[in-house]
């Protein structure tokens, strides 16, 4: 199993310190486990403290024994009981912390009032959009990753054609893309950051089922196999002649790529293929535009204006309840920054890692692209290769 | 698709109404997706208010269209921006909240802090704990839904003598049993309360897997196929002479079973073979000490002592890391209540939901039993019926 480099955690840290810095943070508590994987290289249930300058120090609850072996930090203590934090943390030397960060888009207010009391005076800084901007920029090593699960998705896609056809589920064609992924390594989960967001590798969703949205913020929804759970693909028969969209999210060694693609068993109505060929004018016009410096909303409103032109503009991004972006920050949750949405002023920069995904839902079924690209000088370099037009079978 | 009929919700809302008069609550307004789904009848994004003596209002964020169609509820109206929500209340009625009940155990920092502001002035309450109380007891209707996946996990264990051979490796047989879940209707996600726990189908470990021990509060833990999501199959090869323990969670319209099972290629050594059968005689201890009102910790308590004497004490809920219960409830979440551990003194009730797990788990492989019981007035019912032996294949 791949390990982070000692020298990969240390970049990490060294950055949110810099941050921690100027915002007079003493140290941050990382407790969630995606953070605590990009910052400690283990993803066990475990507390990182990390001063705003010094060495980080991870207590580990469970298990004790395989953070040791995976996590290239130097100091790792056994955590049994987290009322002893502050007691381990003085005596590690970290005494005086006035003011302390935390993850409070994603820590629970039980724990958020026990740390309050356990860290009695000190203030409390939300260090969640701080650690979400060190995360939005991937390092080679990040990248490499990526690519690797960007491979994961071409082993996927490629397999499509075999399953597909008249007649089967939209469940029965999603369980055998799931084996087909799990067989080549995919972990299972698909990981999202915030306590209401949640998906199950993906969408495969069939001509009207495509127009139907969910909880989930995505252009697609779908209806599930239950309510409990309701988005992914459903109990809906393939037909002949309707789109079948496969947005499926491939997960190597811990990082994400998000794809999408448009099948069809047999042909499509004209306004549906010139829709399908309007997603890959925008997102053509996406990868030229997105180079560093440049801002996302104004990524954001270019896209939107095409969709206006075209004269599917009310298509765009969903149908009943369209979605207010065209792209997300992708790598080891699904919802990473940055965002090309409205409002959202970040400029790129080079080796940010985004999924694009300009989309037309029509009631009768959606079509579109998505890829997952690294920002590099002159624009998107896609990771996520294959067939972009629709793809017909037989 | 199983909608959940008013009538239920009803019993549900009433059941947790009663209880914030109790605790002299005003009102618990619910975010959780599990929650939700339980006392609204739809999983949807949304805010749910209960009023202490009243109707209770559903505030959904998206899909709004959706949750309207799912959900029993009378009052059912769109929420676009969550700061309009006491307004919304205000405008049903609901004024004078001076103490407002709050899933703190879930509920993110961030949330709670907005909610403090909102609600300015009022006192917050940790109503977890009485949400947890009142879906501890299961109605008719849920115990037919659970009877359904004890019914999907019938046919996945009926299954896997056709998939477990011979040097495949753990993934390869997880996957294809997955596969034989998702076409059989499981809907993917195996939910589990609290931030920092999650769960893919279960595990599936071979041999020395068996006893590695993971993030997750669980006898078993498992490789996983990546440090970032640490638990359940690995790439090991499944070897003759060796149990090979499968603890899948079927997931039927919401609702789980939790089942274990042990197989084996070839024979096991008398060692794992005599601990096996110490784990049924303790299974079959707990089935009839489990009546209504018997503790929770006395059952612990009593299978701990039977461990004990059987000479396996030191190999019992974990090898290297052991853990501290041999029970848990199940319904829409997998670590439920009551939980069969040390100092929970709750008494069962008829009607109840655990699963029980007696697992020795020795350093050359895991071996032992888990169902999914209901409590009855005689002791415990199982739900998921299949072979309780070692069962070996050719």
């Given at each position: 199993m791949r390990l982070t480099p000692a020298g990969e955690l240390t970049r990490r840290i060294t950055a949110l310190q810099k941050l921690l810095q100027q915002k007079n943070v003493d140290g941050a508590l990382i407790v969630d486990s995606s953070d605590m994987f990009y910052f400690a290289g283990t993803a066990h249930r475990a507390?990182?403290?990390?001063?705003?300058?010094?060495?980080?120090?991870?207590?580990?609850?469970?298990?004790?024994?395989?953070?040791?072996?995976?996590?290239?930090?130097?100091?790792?203590?056994?955590?049994?009981?987290?009322?002893?934090?502050?007691?381990?943390?003085?005596?590690?030397?970290?005494?005086?912390?006035?003011?302390?960060?935390?993850?409070?888009?994603?820590?629970?207010?039980?724990?958020?009032?026990?740390?309050?009391?356990?860290?009695?005076?000190?203030?409390?800084?939300?260090?969640?959009?701080?650690?979400?901007?060190?995360?939005?920029?991937?390092?080679?090593?990040?990248?490499?990753v990526l690519r690797d699960a960007a491979r994961l998705n071409y082993t996927l896609f490629s397999r499509i054609k075999d399953y597909l056809k008249e007649g089967i589920t939209e469940l029965e064609l999603a369980g055998q893309l799931e084996m087909v992924y799990r067989l080549a390594g995919h972990s299972g989960r698909v990981k999202m950051r915030g306590f209401d967001q949640e998906v199950y590798y993906g969408h495969v969703l069939s001509g009207t089922n495509g127009a139907m949205p969910s909880c989930m913020e995505s252009p697609t929804g779908g209806p599930g196999v239950s309510i409990a759970f309701p988005q992914g693909a459903g109990y809906k028969k393939i037909s002949v002649n309707e789109p079948v969209m496969i947005d499926f999210v491939g997960v190597k060694d811990g990082y994400l790529a998000d794809q999408t693609r448009v099948f069809c068993i047999g042909q499509l109505p004209d306004k549906l293929v010139r829709a399908h060929e309007t997603a890959l004018l925008i997102q053509e016009a996406v990868k030229q535009m997105a180079v560093p410096g440049a801002l996302c909303e104004d990524i954001y409103r270019h896209a939107i204006n095409m969709a206006v032109e075209s004269g599917y503009g009310e298509y765009f991004m969903g149908c009943s309840e369209p979605v207010p972006f065209i792209g997300h920050g992708v790598g080891i949750e699904l919802n990473e920054w940055p965002v090309l949405a409205a409002g959202f002023k970040t400029p790129l920069e080079k080796d940010m890692v985004i999924a694009v995904e300009p989309k037309f839902i029509f009631p009768e079924g959606a079509v579109g692209i998505e890829n997952t690209f690294v920002v590099g000088e002159k624009g998107l370099e896609t990771l996520t290769l294959f067939n972009e037009t629709i793809i017909y079978l037989k």
């Open positions: 507390h990182l403290f990390i001063p705003a300058e010094g060495k980080p120090l991870l207590m580990v609850k469970r298990s004790f024994t395989r953070a040791q072996r995976e996590s290239a930090l130097e100091d790792i203590i056994p955590l049994v009981n987290v009322k002893d934090l502050t007691r381990m943390l003085n005596e590690y030397g970290y005494t005086n912390i006035t003011a302390l960060g935390l993850e409070l888009d994603v820590l629970p207010a039980a724990l958020y009032l026990l740390f309050q009391e356990l860290f009695e005076g000190a203030q409390i800084v939300d260090i969640s959009g701080l650690i979400r901007s060190v995360r939005m920029v991937k390092s080679s090593f990040e990248l490499e």
